[in-house]
């Protein structure tokens, strides 16, 4: 049997209203006609969205039959697993997002189709002056006066906002109220989840020109009223040098490496994915393997360690499971 090796993935685009080009132009992925280019899962194995090695002895093979077959080596410590439990996305925010809201994993475990709950992190990679992001709901808001609010047209009244600066984090528990802002290019770490609720859309239409569909009831069933005033987090010391921890959830960690020279990532019995946010770094040993501004790369866990060299620097997501 071939042994894994640090793998790459074949990103799985999607195209809606409030896409654009920035994805192809500053991140380097296979975009083609058109200024719709919304997302690009790097990494997923989801019925919306499945990831296909890119390169090596593997290449076709997708993820959910490493999960299943290879769950041992790909998932170490946290094998077994039914599916991959995270996804990883980059986004380019070209127009604001809808306003929305994710549910827990009790509620989403109740769908037809059952599925994951959804909390969520972002990282801003870029930010046009002036863009903002939505999170949280401003102090004292209540169901009846949010659900009024909702329907009338308002929902802006009783939402949160800042201005994002590029390298800001900002962590979304499920349940939390949000939406990204025109102008944001972002990479998202989440459950590996699909389910949306959209509570508002700004009065716009669709490109069959009718309003999109919204969630409004469901939306508010899932909406924690205690996640208020969300604000960037502040990155706290790892003991690693150059390493800092800007998540540390029961659903994932979120680690950020700030590079000039050579480290090591993995050799913990648990798979990594890294993508690189910013400069270039490269693989010594392995083919000299360059990875520039948004590569992605997953490293299974029966890899002992991985040495990551900065070209001459960059900075590095490190993204994996707790315990």
Not at 20 to 42: T, V
Not at 58 to 82: F, I
Request: aromatic share 8%; glycine share 8%; with cysteine.
């Amino acid at each position: 049997m071939t042994p894994l090796y640090p793998l790459t993935f074949r990103p799985v685009l999607k195209r809606y209203i409030w896409g654009g080009r920035r994805l192809g132009e500053l991140l380097g992925k296979p975009i083609g006609e058109g200024n719709d280019y919304a997302e690009s899962w790097e990494i997923a194995d989801h019925p919306q969205g499945q990831s296909i090695i890119a390169c090596g002895s593997l290449a076709g093979t997708t993820l959910h039959e490493l999960v299943t077959e290879r769950g041992p080596e790909l998932l170490g410590k946290h094998a077994p697993q039914s599916r991959f439990p995270l996804i990883f996305k980059l986004l380019d925010c070209q127009k604001d997002l809808s306003l929305q809201v994710h549910p827990g994993d009790a509620a989403a475990a109740k769908l037809t189709p059952p599925d994951l709950g959804k909390t969520e992190a972002w990282v801003v990679l870029d930010a046009a002056r002036g863009s903002k992001i939505y999170a949280g709901l401003k102090k004292d808001c209540t169901f009846p006066a949010f659900s009024q609010a909702i329907h009338a047209g308002k929902a802006i009244d009783f939402l949160h906002s800042f201005e994002p600066q590029i390298g800001d984090c900002i962590f979304i528990p499920a349940g939390t109220v949000h939406a990204l802002g025109a102008g944001l290019l972002v990479a998202e770490i989440q459950q590996a989840s699909d389910t949306t609720y959209r509570l508002y859309d700004w009065s716009r239409v669709g490109p069959d020109g009718k309003p999109r569909q919204l969630h409004v009831e469901q939306g508010l069933a899932a909406t924690d009223f205690s996640a208020v005033e969300v604000s960037p987090v502040a990155p706290k010391a790892t003991g690693k040098f150059n390493c800092e921890c800007l998540v540390h959830c029961d659903k994932f960690v979120l680690d950020r490496w700030t590079l000039n020279s050579t480290t090591q990532i993995g050799g913990d019995n648990r798979f990594h994915i890294i993508s690189v946010i910013s400069g270039q770094a490269r693989l010594p040993g392995n083919d000299n393997l360059t990875l520039p501004r948004g590569q992605t790369l997953f490293l299974p866990a029966s890899i002992p360690f991985l040495t990551l060299q900065a070209d001459p620097e960059a900075t590095v997501l490190d993204m994996y499971l707790p315990n």
